[in-house]
């Protein structure tokens, strides 16, 4: 399983941009996908995930601002991100959980997102 992200760019406050993330293989629909980022000089951190069964879960600090999903027909998982803020500044991942525990192990390169202010 490869996961290759995309869509990453330099944009202002207030603007809206949408992440991609591919996934080979043939047990895309079977796997939890998340989307979590790393800041300059910090932990990477939680963003999103969805279920195999279509729920998603966000952190609270884009609650509101980022939709994620999925299309199975295109093994692809999404991230809209609305209304950026510079604090939104990181590098994005997508991951996979292909088993049944909670781990997300698999992920791809990340692709970087900066907001100016």
């Given at each position: 399983?490869?996961?290759?992200?995309?869509?990453?760019?330099?944009?202002?406050?207030?603007?809206?941009?949408?992440?991609?993330?591919?996934?080979?293989?043939?047990?895309?629909?079977?796997?939890?996908?998340?989307?979590?980022?790393?800041?300059?000089?910090?932990?990477?951190?939680?963003?999103?995930?969805?279920?195999?069964?279509?729920?998603?879960?966000?952190?609270?600090?884009?609650?509101?601002?980022?939709?994620i999903s999925r299309d199975n027909t295109k093994n692809t998982v999404y991230l809209q991100m609305d209304s950026l803020k510079p604090e939104d500044t990181a590098v994005y991942y997508c991951a996979a959980r292909t088993g049944s525990g909670?781990?997300?192990?698999?992920?791809?390169?990340?692709?970087?997102?900066?907001?100016?202010?």
């Amino acid at each position: 399983v490869q996961l290759q992200a995309s869509g990453g760019g330099l944009v202002q406050a207030g603007d809206s941009l949408r992440l991609s993330c591919a996934v080979s293989g043939r047990s895309f629909s079977n796997y939890g996908m998340g989307w979590f980022r790393q800041a300059p000089g910090k932990e990477r951190e939680f963003v999103a995930t969805i279920s195999r069964s279509n729920i998603p879960s966000y952190a609270d600090s884009v609650k509101g601002r980022f939709t994620i999903s999925r299309d199975n027909t295109k093994n692809t998982v999404y991230l809209q991100m609305d209304s950026l803020k510079p604090e939104d500044t990181a590098v994005y991942y997508c991951a996979a959980r292909t088993g049944s525990g909670l781990l997300f192990d698999i992920w791809g390169q990340g692709t970087l997102v900066t907001v100016s202010s």
